[in-house]
């Protein structure tokens, strides 16, 4: 705003000058000078960037111990990082250094913890920063940051009296992306080019041997320079967590919690399919501030529960939804669920009308972790699943609502798996040369099949649906057991 007012009453008094028939060349001249100093200011200070303060920390919290559910990722990088402790060994060997460890994997699996304890292994001043940081519209910043960062690491690691220093990179895919393809490209060439310049000087007998650490999730981006030998040809995978992993990282995070001994970590685990570490560290806090609000000494199962909810779906929204709309959400939930039972019996994790995030209501089903291959049965039963919930509301009010928009598009989502994965009436077909019409022709018999399958299910089951829409309207909420216990009292459900 500032500047604008600035701008005009500059434009204001030149016109006003001009008019006048003032000489204006001294005044043009100066105006030149100012602009070029203000921007060579700038871009200086742009370029000296500190790495040298918050950056560097000296001491390492963090162990390898203090990581669950990365017992492979740890391995390797042990592997690599004893390889770099036996200096000695390596000299006589004549092998060359070990320069570049690259993480790769989903956000929030631990990827800077794990370079934090190998810091710590390798007693080495850790620093960090972000790809984003070295990317600045002015061409040759990147790079006299690149050079900036290395020189900070060795005179850091020379302050502490220490022979190691451990350079983090996260998202590395921002700085070293494949070269010439962005609009920017001189300025991103550069600062990867800095960046391998910096690694190739990298020597075994160097006073301060520096290990770069990189992570990002998008291995595909980089740059193939950067993977060669030589740079970053320790390659770690660094996954989400299975039901095991789970277990360990819920254990590490409620360490410093009271648990009533009701909680039960293992469930929490085997309902948590596809959260990273970094989920489960906010669950177990979630958890324990859902039990400070109900004043409870010590957190209990249901605030685990009711954490899982909030991680996965967002905040509880003060909505107040018409009793009309409610019951709609009863129904359509209750569709979903009935139909999860029935194809797959156990799979109901939750079943809610309470709104949060973006749903008014939702059913949770239980994943099965290592299962990565999925069948027509699989495929063709969860379509069901999703459509189940529409059916209802049509089954019990004559016509269904918006809120099946999302389910719809997941279920056609399936349909196009099941072509593409050639088992479809279709058979073996490349999708990419599948004309458009025969495409929308399968998709729409795989999920019609599935309509008339599941309108079946549903009118035959009209009474026992109306008792459990009722219950979720009483209860809002209903867990797995419940709902199977309610099943098996009320019909001949198996
Ligand atoms: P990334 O670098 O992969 O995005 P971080 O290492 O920054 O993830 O993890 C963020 C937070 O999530 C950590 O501070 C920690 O609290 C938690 N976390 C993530 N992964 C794990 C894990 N494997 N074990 C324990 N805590 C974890």
């Known amino acids: 705003m500032v500047k604008e007012v600035g701008l005009g009453l500059i434009i204001a ?40 303060e918050q950056r560097i920390s000296p001491q390492h919290e963090i162990s390898f111990a203090d990581i669950g559910g990365q017992a492979g990722a740890i391995r390797e990088l042990q592997e690599a990082l004893n390889f770099i402790k036996n200096n000695q060994a390596i000299l006589h060997l004549g092998i060359r ?15 800077t913890l794990l370079a934090k304890a190998a810091a710590g292994f390798t007693d080495a001043v850790f620093i960090s920063c972000s790809g984003s940081e070295f990317i600045e519209m002015y061409a040759g910043v990147g790079a006299q940051r690149v050079r900036r960062l290395f020189q900070a690491a060795r005179e850091a690691t020379l302050k502490q009296g220490k022979n190691n220093a451990l350079i983090f990179i996260d998202e590395i895919d921002i700085l070293a992306g494949k070269r010439g393809q962005t609009s920017n490209h001189l300025e991103y060439d550069q600062t990867l080019n800095q960046l391998l310049v910096e690694m190739d000087g990298i020597k075994v007998n160097d006073k301060v041997r520096i290990l770069v650490v990189a992570a990002t999730n998008r291995m595909d981006l980089l740059d193939p320079a950067i993977l060669r030998p030589g740079r970053f040809d320790r390659h770690v995978k660094v996954e989400l967590p299975d039901k095991q992993g789970r277990l360990e990282i819920l254990k590490l995070h409620t360490q410093n919690k009271p648990l009533a001994d009701s909680v039960s970590l293992e469930e929490i685990a085997k309902d948590t399919f596809g959260f ?9 806090n979630e958890a324990a501030i859902l039990a400070m609000r109900e004043n409870c ?7 685990f529960r009711e954490a899982i909810d909030k991680v996965m779906m967002g905040d509880r929204l003060d909505r107040h939804p018409s009793p009309a709309e409610l019951r709609r959400v009863s129904i359509h ?54 459509l189940a919930g529409a059916l209802a509301e049509e089954l019990f009010l004559g016509d269904h609502s918006t809120g099946a928009v999302n389910d ?22 490349d999708t990419k040369t599948l004309p458009a019409g025969l495409r ?47 099943l098996r009292r009320e019909t001949c459900f198996v």
């Open 97 to 111: 250094p070990l320069k570049g460890i690259l993480l790769t994997g989903p956000p929030g699996t631990g990827k």
């Open 440 to 486: 929308y022709r399968v998709i729409t018999e795989i999920l019609h099949g599935q309509e008339k399958r599941v309108k079946e299910h549903l009118s035959r089951a009209y009474d026992t649906m109306e008792i459990i829409v009722n219950l979720l309207l009483e209860h809002e909420k209903i867990n797995g057991e419940q709902l199977r216990s309610y």
């Open 13 to 52: 008094v030149v016109t006003f000058l001009v008019i006048c028939g003032y000489d204006l060349t001294p005044l043009i001249f100066l105006g030149v000078l100012g602009v070029g100093a203000y921007f060579i200011v700038r871009t200086r200070g742009l370029m000296t960037k500190n790495f040298s």
């Open 333 to 386: 939930e209750t569709g979903h669920a009935f139909l999860s039972e029935l194809v797959r019996p156990g799979s109901v994790s939750t079943l809610t009308i309470a709104p949060r995030g973006m749903a008014l209501g939702y059913m949770r089903q239980t994943s099965e972790d290592n299962t990565y291959l999925y069948t027509m049965e699989y495929l063709e039963n969860q379509i069901a699943v999703m």
């Open 276 to 284: 990273s570490g970094a989920h489960l560290e906010s669950l177990a």
């Open 408 to 429: 719809f598009e997941q279920a056609a989502g399936l349909a196009e798996q099941i072509i593409g994965a050639g088992m479809s009436r279709l058979k073996v077909v």
């Open 297 to 303: 000494e010590v957190v209990e199962q249901h605030h």
